[in-house]
């Protein structure tokens, strides 16, 4: 049985930056596209972005165009969020996701996505 699991999440600074990590376990993650996802407090889940099998075709939410990035590396099975320019807004829980295509949805929603991970926590505080 394969599991996602989360990393890097932390308390920073508003304008700090963090690198979140997601390693597959049991399976590897060629074929499969990778969404982030995040959930403030009091909030629903939403999407952030997605990169595909191939580490394009990636798919940003309009809050965090420009500051943050998605990449992987499959030969570890591990995907990563490059967080930049962090605002106090981005608080928030951050899941990463599969989903059963190379490919990314034209929206990142968790209806695309399964095989979630248990999230790390990103906190943005002064």
């Known amino acids: 049985q394969f599991q996602l699991v989360e990393s890097g999440g932390g308390l920073v600074q508003p304008g700090g930056s963090l690198r979140l990590s997601c390693v597959l376990s049991?399976?590897?993650?060629?074929?499969?596209?990778i969404g982030w996802f995040r959930q403030a407090p009091g909030k629903e889940r939403e999407g952030v972005l997605c990169?595909?099998?191939?580490?394009?075709?990636?798919n940003y939410a309009d809050s965090v165009k420009g500051r943050f990035t998605a990449f992987r590396d499959n030969a570890k099975n591990t995907a990563y969020l490059q967080m930049n320019n962090l605002k106090y807004e981005d608080t928030a829980v951050y899941y990463c996701?599969?989903?059963?295509?190379?490919?990314?949805?034209?929206?990142?929603?968790?209806?695309?996505?399964?095989?979630w991970g248990q999230g790390t926590q990103v906190t943005v505080s002064s």
């Open positions: 996701s599969l989903r059963g295509f190379p490919d990314c949805p034209s929206t990142v929603r968790e209806a695309y996505f399964g095989s």
């Open positions: 049991g399976f590897t993650l060629d074929y499969y596209s």
């Open positions: 990169i595909s099998e191939e580490g394009a075709g990636t």
